[in-house]
């Protein structure tokens, strides 16, 4: 009887699909993303366009239907609400990954005067962008070995895990951290560069246009 396998419940094949998406949407796409910001913006301006584009457009729907999926799963098992350190923790990283966005929009479209003239020091909320995306992300990782550590087990009765799961958890950190960390490096060149081209926009917008103050020659033309 020990070689005995029994099949997947629906509501454990839905669980299994929150997780596949869940861990490629937080534990892959979005340090994709950060990594992108972190590496390309000193050195092309399309750098903001990958970045959402990878944290909006691709991560969002992966992210979402992961959501949906685990929810889902919770109301086939009839294993009540958020009554578990992963479901209170998987709610609440998935509305601060929804604000995260809305912060992000706000900061690249709505500029203090001063930082956009090239003078003063870098706005709080481009440092306060940066450091929750970097605690959305850690909170996912919390958030991933509690379910397959805690959350499979408890809900399924199944074994848990095999620990090939957690030695790739810990290696994924570690290659993250690297990854990010060594791309600080390039942050006195990013200030150096934006200092320069928000200084050069705003010498731009400044200078008059070129025909104004001058007469037109329809009117030298009637004057002679």
Request: net charge positive; glycine share 10%.
């Amino acid at each position: 009887m020990s070689g005995l396998v029994i099949p997947l419940l629906p509501f454990e094949k839905y669980i299994i699909g929150h997780a596949v998406l869940c861990v490629i949407g937080f534990l892959g796409l979005l340090p994709l993303g950060a990594l992108l910001a972190r590496y390309t913006r000193t050195y092309s301006p399309a750098w903001f366009t990958a970045h959402w584009i990878v944290q909006f457009a691709i991560a969002g729907p992966v992210i979402i239907t992961g959501v949906a999926l685990g929810i889902h799963a919770v109301v086939l098992a009839q294993s009540g609400g958020t009554n578990d350190v992963h479901k209170k923790w998987g709610i609440t990283i998935f509305v601060l990954y929804l604000a995260q966005l809305a912060v992000g929009a706000t900061i690249h479209y709505y500029k203090p005067r001063a930082w956009a003239k090239g003078e003063g020091r870098r706005p709080f909320q481009n440092y306060f962008h940066a450091v929750f995306g970097l605690l959305i992300i850690a909170f996912a990782m919390f958030q991933v070995r509690t379910g397959f550590r805690s959350e499979w087990p408890a809900q399924t009765g199944r074994g848990p895990i095999s620990n090939g799961a957690n030695v790739f958890w810990y290696v994924w950190i570690i290659l993250l951290a690297i990854a990010y960390f060594a791309g600080l490096a390039l942050l006195f060149r990013q200030f150096r560069l934006e200092q320069e081209a928000r200084k050069n926009n705003w010498t731009e917008m400044k200078q008059p246009i070129a025909h104004e103050g001058q007469p037109s020659t329809a009117t030298d033309a009637k004057t002679n």
